[in-house]
């Protein structure tokens, strides 16, 4: 384009830098301008035809990926003849270019690793290194959580997103809390005075539990889940409906409610559990413990 070589003409006056040099550096900028607005143009198109966020989210990804790719290649193409030069430069540092990227030559393999062997896929809900939240983003370096509360918050999101790097998996064990299957035990805690008729209260409890719409569809679902996962882990459980173990703790009686839930249904299905004890101990038909 003759504006190109005009304006590489001028710089080289001003710079007395080659102009070669400076059309090489326009043709890389026009070239991923280019491909920006190729995918920008692809994407919105993709957009109008699809209303799913998780299937936009995906598509963004592949085609980032595609496009880093072509304008890599186009980029070598531009710069071939120096190509040669720059690997030879790089060849009497490589011992200290190696050192300085370490981390990220790690944190490479690592993604590789993440990606054949799936320790964790978007969406699960993790935790590594003391970190515990949501995955919702994953690249070649690194993966991004939706971090979630301690168990004291009942793990509700804090609206913070921790970018981790993928070298974590070699340094850390990886929780993952649905890769087997999607539900987790949870328990609760109901204290009742030692004058409480306890067959009675355990009997009001299960019947709070067992008729949450949540709780009571799960121990069938489980039970799928178990036999499609036992071909890779050597997982059983004895009982998967809601059961409730009594303990004696100093001046009262501790209920301990137990039962499968999905992890991030944990809070609002507790809510409501603690909103019928509630009805039943208003109605004095549970004793609470209340020092």
Not at 67 to 83: A, M, Q, R, S, V
Request: hydrophobic share 45%; proline share 3%.
């Amino acid at each position: 384009m003759k504006w190109i070589v005009e304006l590489s003409d001028g710089l080289e006056k001003i710079t007395d830098v080659p102009s070669h040099l400076f059309k090489l550096i326009i043709l890389s900028i026009l070239c991923i301008i280019f491909f920006k607005l190729l995918k920008s143009i692809f994407y919105n198109v993709y957009i109008r035809f699809n209303e799913s966020p998780k299937k936009r989210y995906l598509y963004n990804r592949k085609s980032q990926l595609v496009f880093g790719i072509l304008t890599i290649i186009f980029l070598i193409i531009i710069w071939e003849k120096y190509i040669t030069n720059v690997i030879t430069f790089i060849s009497f540092f490589s011992a200290g270019v190696i050192i300085a990227i370490r981390e990220v030559i790690l944190n490479l393999f690592a993604g590789m690793y993440i990606r054949v062997n799936k320790p964790f896929i978007l969406e699960d809900r993790i935790e590594v290194n003391g970190i515990k939240g949501d995955v919702v983003n994953m690249t070649a370096t690194g993966f991004d959580i939706l971090e979630i509360g301690e168990r004291v918050n009942s793990e509700q999101s804090t609206g913070r997103i921790i970018h981790v790097p993928n070298s974590y998996v070699f340094s850390y064990p990886i929780k993952n809390y649905v890769k087997a299957f999607k539900y987790i035990w949870n328990e609760l805690t109901v204290k009742v005075t030692l004058n409480a008729d306890i067959s009675k209260t355990k009997g009001i409890l299960y019947k709070i539990v067992r008729k949450n719409s949540v709780i009571k569809e799960i121990p069938k679902k489980m039970e799928s889940q178990i036999d499609d996962a036992s071909a890779d882990y050597r997982i059983y459980f004895n009982n998967l409906e809601p059961i409730i173990y009594t303990s004696i703790v100093d001046d009262h009686v501790e209920l301990y409610i137990r039962y499968l839930v999905h992890p991030k249904k944990a809070r609002n299905v507790e809510n409501l559990i603690w909103i019928d004890i509630l009805k039943e101990y208003k109605a004095k038909r549970i004793s609470l413990y209340e020092k």
